[in-house]
């Protein structure tokens, strides 16, 4: 059983950047961040393999950054240059198994309780 605790959203001017945390119990071998705002589907923005590999949404390429300190078991997503698009509830989903393609939803078996990030024009 892996348990994910997701922190660091809030309000940003557009430009702006945010941190997101989240805090994993137990062993994953793939992690990601998905997001979903309102009236929309969820989607995959970031994800990160236990090998090192990542996976990135066109939409944050060169925008935002995946990274994990595995020695804190914690997962990062340094978000920068936002843009008002990236509003949304952001997820942390983690799986203990290994796949390939880091950004499918129904792939990962944990997820968080997700935290809001609100970005103002």
């Known amino acids: 059983q892996v348990q994910l605790q997701e922190s660091g959203g809030g309000s940003v001017q557009a430009g702006g950047s945010l941190k997101l945390s989240c805090a994993a119990s137990g062993d994953t071998r793939c992690m990601a961040w998905f997001r979903q705002a309102p009236g929309k589907a969820r989607e995959g923005v970031a994800g990160i393999r236990s090998d090192g590999a990542r996976s990135y949404a066109d939409s944050v390429k060169g925008r935002f950054t995946i990274s994990q300190d595995n020695a804190a078991n914690t997962l990062y997503l340094q978000m920068n240059s936002l843009k008002p698009e990236d509003t949304a509830m952001y997820y942390c989903?983690?799986?203990?198994?290994?796949?390939?393609?880091?950004?499918?939803?129904?792939?990962?078996?944990?997820w968080g309780q997700g935290t809001q990030v609100t970005v103002s024009s």
């Open positions: 989903a983690a799986d203990n198994r290994f796949w390939y393609n880091l950004l499918t939803e129904y792939q990962y078996h944990y």
